[in-house]
Each structure stands twice: as structure tokens, then as C-alpha cells.
């Protein structure tokens, strides 16, 4: 009986990505070298701009009267 089981400690990576935020415009990892921390949680200025595009665009749309579909005629 000599049977020394040597535990190993298996490497986990998994810790590797834990805090690994993303970019929400491009989905670029936060472990990126080029990833611009000062923009969080976006990856630059560029895809911060992108962000602050959408908003103002969802800003700019006005809730118009729907728009009359003439798919019924009116012939007698
Ligand atoms: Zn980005």
C-alpha cells in the first residue's frame, strides 16, 4: 500500500473571465490591450459616441399619428 495520490491542483481559468466586461457596442473584451478603460463600460470614444448616437436618435423619434393603410376601398 502505497498508493500517494498526488492532488493536483487542476488550473482552473475560469477565474480568468470573471470580471471580463464587454463592450456593449462592438463586444470587445474588456482584456483587450486596445480596450480604453476611461471609457467604460465602453471600449472607446468612438463606441461611446455610438451609444449616445442611439440615444439621441431614439430622442429625436416623435410618436406620429399612426399612419392611415388605405387596404379597404371604398367602391360600391
Ligand atoms: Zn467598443
Redesign the pocket.
Known amino acids: 500500500m502505497g498508493c500517494s495520490i498526488s492532488l493536483s491542483t487542476p488550473d482552473s481559468e475560469d477565474h480568468v473571465a470573471m470580471n471580463a466586461s464587454r ?6 473584451s474588456g482584456s483587450d490591450s486596445t ?1 480604453d478603460h476611461s471609457y467604460m463600460p ?3 470614444r ?3 459616441d ?1 451609444d449616445l448616437g442611439r440615444w439621441l436618435q431614439e430622442d429625436y423619434r416623435i410618436p406620429g399619428p399612426p399612419a392611415e393603410q388605405p387596404e379597404s376601398s371604398d367602391d360600391e
Do not use: G, H, Q
Not at 23 to 28: M, S
Open positions: 463592450c456593449p457596442i462592438c463586444n470587445k480596450f465602453f471600449c472607446s468612438r463606441c461611446a455610438v
